[in-house]
């Protein structure tokens, strides 16, 4: 089992900036990537970026390009995601995610509780 603690949402004007943290905790040696996701009000849970265990590679959403830049910690047990010129757009639950690998068979996703951004003016 792998917990997921998320942090750092709040209320933010168009064009400022916010910092997300997850923590993780429990079976993290079997992380394979984490990241977030978002999901606005009546919409689908969409993909936002993420990042491998391994070898640090970054993967983000055509809409957040440029504006976000997710990172990990050391221990790989720890992610971040740094948002700037953020829109209205943005505003959404955000939740952390972890891709957990067991076997060759058998792998699980985690979620975080999720931490409301929301950018308005």
């Known amino acids: 089992q792998v917990q997921l603690v998320e942090s750092g949402g709040g209320l933010v004007q168009p064009g400022g900036s916010l910092r997300l943290s997850c923590a993780a905790s429990g079976g993290t040696s079997n992380i394979a990537a984490m990241g977030w996701f978002r999901q606005a009000p009546g919409k689908e849970r969409e993909f936002v970026a993420s990042i491998t265990s391994t070898d640090g590679r970054t993967t983000y959403a055509d809409s957040v390009k440029g504006r976000f830049a997710i990172s990990r910690g050391d221990a790989k047990n720890a992610v971040w995601l740094q948002m700037n010129s953020l829109k209205p757009e943005d505003t959404a639950i955000y939740y952390c995610?972890?891709?957990?690998?067991?076997?060759?068979?058998?792998?699980?996703?985690?979620w975080g509780q999720g931490t409301q951004v929301t950018v308005s003016s």
């Open positions: 995610n972890a891709s957990v690998i067991y076997s060759d068979i058998l792998s699980e996703d985690y």
